[in-house]
């Protein structure tokens, strides 16, 4: 359907910016900047650990946490490493991407059960009426067992919706720490 063909574009877009940053690399070699652009398209392809090299090697070149942290974060959730990928979200909290390293926040401290914390961390965006930070609710309540709680979210936020998410709010609390993040973050359930 529609959802598997924007997922294949995505990944194809991925794939072509990891090639484009690998001739950067071959240009420049010693910058940072090919590789971190390398790092963030590795996690879009679901390759954390590929993406964790590449950010190592950014920072050996001299690149800052905050310049890797925010992609580096989500690697980190999705080897299931939760304190450091939560680490690498607060470091970015007050920089230009600030309400993406939140709603990531929020989702990691679901991951690892603690649903009061990630919510405290989306009510800013919640108060703005976030739009993204309201699905991220509706995931934080279904990581925690409240699939009752993630429908009524989702219900109240997307009309409609509510029942096919259902399935997959139910499936959530029973998967490991990295399958939760690739869940979460890229509609990815195991087999």
């Given at each position: 359907?529609?959802?598997?063909?924007v997922?294949?574009?995505i990944a194809a877009d991925a794939q072509a910016a990891v090639g484009f940053f690998g001739r950067a690399e071959e240009v420049h070699p010693t910058s940072w900047a090919p590789r971190i652009g390398q790092g963030s398209a590795l996690v879009q392809l679901v390759e954390p650990q590929a993406a964790l090299r590449a950010f190592d090697e950014a920072q050996r070149l001299g690149a800052t946490q905050a310049l890797v942290a925010l992609d580096r974060g989500l690697a980190f959730d999705l080897i299931g490493d939760q304190t450091r990928a939560q680490s690498d979200y607060r470091a970015v909290l007050a920089g230009p991407d600030q309400q993406e390293a939140r709603r990531r926040l929020a989702l990691s401290l679901g991951i690892s059960g603690r649903k009061a914390e990630a919510l405290a961390a989306l009510d800013p965006l919640l108060a703005r009426r976030d739009a993204a930070a309201v699905r991220v609710r509706a995931l934080v309540l279904a990581l925690n067992g409240d699939a009752e709680g993630a429908r009524a979210a989702v219900a109240a936020s997307m009309p409609g919706?509510?029942?096919t998410m259902d399935p997959f709010f139910r499936?959530?609390?029973a998967l490991r720490a990295n399958e939760k993040a690739a869940a979460v973050h890229f509609g990815y359930l195991p087999g």
């Open positions: 359907g529609v959802l598997l063909d997922g294949e574009h919706m509510a029942g499936r959530l609390p």
